[in-house]
């Protein structure tokens, strides 16, 4: 049986694996503003600050960050330091490192990745989970993860073959172990839900059976709650109503079928809970703006330009370089 968050990293394909490093030392600040992608990474040395779109982030030796937000951030020795440019720092070097500082007191090391997602997915990615996931170097799984970035940074650089295909895998199974922590504590999205034992039931099942016709009642049966305390409390905990998400969640299958599958608009219909599929298309059109053949084309197209870039993207490291990602 299925579960909402094997969907979900399932729905994501994260592609394009990027790696980088930064060390530091001393009075230092550097800054990121293109940041396309879902950012991973690991202090594995001294301390320092994240500063994005909300107070301070104290990081120490050992803690983990997955940021899904788009918005430009900062890491810094303090919080009055004039970052340098991070994206014009790493066109200028040839082994993925960024070295930041004058002199050698309190050295600074972060490594980490980042992997690409089709925009509507980034986009499914920021509406159910945390825009930042910050686990201390002590949290349960941080070591499981760990491990994993060690994998994923040794994929990374050392060119064997198939790595186009362990890369995104490895990838996903970080992402599992980062999104059920149980020291998230989403304010809002499925994450949240899910830690709600009656609202986890409910989703749970819709998972399970998506082409069944769900009404509010049905999934409050499913939540043993009734049919208005269910609704509220879907609204307060998801941050969304039960009949918005489960559209939301079927256009995402739709739209991840159109792209990388040969099935009809019938059998896409029929799988996402449609009778016909002229019923399928309008409400495709209503939720998307596009008609499923139309956007098909679009994903086709768009999946070419990045077979076409990839190469590009994905440089690879010289031999005995140790590695971070793009942030």
């Known amino acids: 049986m299925s579960d909402p968050l094997t969907d979900l990293v399932g729905l994501l394909r994260p592609r394009t694996v990027l790696w980088k490093r930064i060390d530091a030392a001393g009075e230092w600040a550097v800054g990121f503003t293109t940041t396309h992608g879902v950012k991973f990474g690991v202090l594995t040395q001294g301390s320092c600050l994240l500063l994005a779109d909300g107070p301070p982030l104290c990081l120490s030796a050992g803690d983990f960050l997955l940021r899904c937000s ?19 720092l790493l066109a200028g070097v040839s082994d993925n490192a960024i ?19 089709e925009p509507a997915d980034h986009e499914l990615l920021h509406h159910l989970v945390p825009d930042l996931i910050h686990l201390s170097g002590t949290a349960h799984g941080a070591a499981r993860i760990a491990r994993l970035l060690d994998l994923i940074g040794d994929e990374a650089t050392a060119g064997r073959p198939g790595a186009g295909f362990v890369l995104p895998r490895l990838v996903e199974v970080m992402l599992v172990e980062a999104l059920r922590s149980d020291r998230v504590a989403p304010s809002r999205g499925m994450l949240r839900g899910l830690r709600d034992p009656d609202l986890g039931a409910a989703l749970l099942a819709f998972h399970a059976d998506v082409r069944r016709p769900w009404t509010v009642a049905d999934l409050a049966t499913a939540a043993h709650l009734s049919r208005t305390v269910f609704a509220a409390r879907f609204a307060a905990e998801v941050g969304t109503t039960p009949i918005a998400y489960l559209l939301a969640w079927r256009m995402a ?7 990388h599958s040969d099935q009809t608009i019938d059998e896409i219909a029929r799988n996402v809970g449609y009778g016909s599929a002229s019923a399928f298309s309008n409400a495709f059109h209503r939720f998307t703006g596009s008609r499923p053949g139309r956007d098909r084309r679009l994903a086709h197209g768009r999946r070419g330009g990045i077979q076409a870039t990839t190469p590009t993207l994905n440089r690879r490291v010289p031999p005995n370089t140790e590695w971070t990602p793009s942030y």
Request: without cysteine; hydrophobic residues 45%.
């Open 99 to 117: 070295r930041l500082g004058s002199n050698t007191d309190d050295p600074v090391r972060l490594i980490g990745g980042a992997f690409l997602l």
């Open 253 to 259: 299958l739709a739209k991840d079928a159109l792209a």
């Open 70 to 88: 788009p918005a430009p951030f900062r890491f810094a020795s303090g919080p009055d330091v004039r970052p340098a440019d991070g994206e014009a």
